[in-house]
């Protein structure tokens, strides 16, 4: 019995290692960003609409993404320069323009250490490690006569 426990504990800790590709992680940063706001005139927002940033030339945007509810892009240069911006929407309104940053934003490193950020499997294969303890324990106990 103890034999069988061991490689089902074994099992489980190798059954949760793949579990650390789906630890989606998420951190807020202060860093100064760039903010478009499109609108139409009469100040109707320019909202839900597709846009794509460009570096100076280069072909593969650095951003994609829609406009918010307000018609506002806003993006972290990672470098000065110049920028390009299109903007459009599906019935063929849209913009195409450049713009000058001064600096880039260079974000401050908030990633969590490993041990917060791992905290919680290690508390589930620590659960698991410790039933099956228990559960062997159980098994071996001794038949009052």
């Known amino acids: 019995m103890t034999r069988l426990s061991f490689i089902t504990a074994l099992f489980c800790l190798f059954a949760a290692w793949p579990v650390h590709a789906h630890d989606l992680q998420h951190s807020v940063d202060?860093?100064?960003?760039?903010?478009?706001?499109?609108?139409?005139?009469?100040?109707?927002p320019f909202a839900f609409e597709a846009y794509e940033i460009y570096r100076e030339g280069e072909k593969l945007p650095y951003q994609v993404g829609r406009t918010d509810s307000q018609g506002r892009i806003a993006f972290l240069p990672d470098r000065a320069g110049a920028w390009r911006v299109k903007a459009f929407s599906e019935d063929g309104h849209g913009l195409d323009?450049?713009?000058?940053?001064?600096?880039a934003a260079v974000p401050s490193n908030t990633e969590k250490p490993a041990y917060e950020r791992y905290g919680r499997?290690?508390?589930?294969?620590?659960?698991?490690?410790g039933l099956f303890g228990l559960l062997s324990?159980?098994?071996?106990?001794?038949?009052?006569?």
Not at 97 to 103: S, V
Not at 121 to 129: D, N, P, T
Not at 137 to 145: D, E, F, I, N
């Open 30 to 44: 202060g860093a100064p960003a760039v903010v478009i706001k499109l609108f139409y005139m009469g100040d109707t």
């Open 121 to 129: 499997i290690a508390v589930g294969v620590a659960l698991i490690l």
């Open 97 to 103: 323009f450049k713009l000058e940053t001064d600096t």
């Open 137 to 145: 324990l159980y098994a071996r106990r001794k038949k009052p006569q």
